[in-house]
């Protein structure tokens, strides 16, 4: 059964940092894109970063350049998603996704083969 696991959200106080991780399962990760994306209430799913399948290249949103950091670890199948310096404004539910065939090109793709159910980080003093 192909699985996308996320773990690691939680309540962080603003400033502070969190590591998400995805494990997959049922699959290999190896040559697939992999990205994050999220959703705050009341907004659309955007793409947070990606990392190409083929060649390495990534892809992170404006607003979190610099703070988070995409990275896989193909031994353990598990993607990772470093988030520092948070913000109030990064609190929505995270998501993990793999595609096979889904190109990184200056953006997240949406069509991605599979997808974790999402967990939750929250932002707040």
């Known amino acids: 059964q192909v699985q996308l696991v996320e773990s690691g959200g939680g309540l962080v106080q603003p400033g502070g940092s969190l590591r998400l991780s995805c494990a997959a399962s049922?699959?290999?990760?190896?040559?697939?894109?992999i990205g994050w994306f999220r959703q705050a209430p009341g907004k659309e799913r955007e793409g947070v970063s990606c990392?190409?399948?083929?060649?390495?290249?990534?892809y992170y949103a404006d607003s979190v350049k610099g703070r988070f950091t995409i990275s896989r670890d193909n031994a353990k199948n598990t993607v990772y998603l470093q988030m520092n310096s948070l913000k109030p404004e990064d609190t929505a539910v995270y998501y993990c996704?793999?595609?096979?065939?889904?190109?990184?090109?200056?953006?997240?793709?949406?069509?991605?083969?599979?997808w974790g159910k999402g967990i939750l980080v929250t932002i707040s003093s």
């Open positions: 049922g699959f290999t990760l190896d040559y697939y894109a």
């Open positions: 996704a793999a595609g096979f065939w889904s190109v990184v090109a200056g953006h997240c793709p949406y069509d991605m083969d599979y």
């Open positions: 990392l190409s399948g083929s060649d390495g290249s990534t």
